[in-house]
């Protein structure tokens, strides 16, 4: 399984991002795709994931303010990110996981300027 990730960049606090994450390759029909974040210094760590059945987890830190949306038939997760905040500064990892394996994209860096 291959994951392209997008949509980082440089916000100011407060203003909006989305990131998105395909995957593709020999992908399993039951699976999570999600969003995991490191920020410097700190341990990687969950933001949202959605299972294909429709499950959803947030971290606390970003419940109300992210959403966590699928395309199924794209293989596609989405991260839409409101009211950023200068500590949701981090590289952003997109993560699909199927039958006990964890694959991960590439990291896309989000930083949020106060």
């Known amino acids: 399984v291959q994951l392209q990730a997008s949509g980082g960049g440089l916000v100011q606090a407060g203003e909006s991002l989305r990131l998105s994450c395909a995957a593709s390759?020999?992908?399993?029909?039951?699976?999570?795709m999600g969003w995991y974040r490191q920020a410097p210094g700190k341990q990687r760590e969950l933001v949202a994931l959605?299972?294909?059945?429709?499950?959803?987890n947030y971290a606390d830190s970003v419940k109300g303010r992210f959403t966590i949306s699928r395309d199924n038939a794209k293989n596609t997760v989405y991260l839409q990110m409101n009211s950023l905040k200068p500590e949701d500064t981090a590289v952003y990892y997109c993560?699909?996981?199927?039958?006990?394996?964890?694959?991960w994209g590439q990291g896309t860096l989000v930083t949020v300027s106060s």
């Open positions: 993560n699909h996981r199927q039958r006990g394996d964890n694959y």
């Open positions: 959605r299972t294909s059945g429709g499950i959803t």
């Open positions: 390759g020999n992908i399993f029909i039951v699976n999570s």
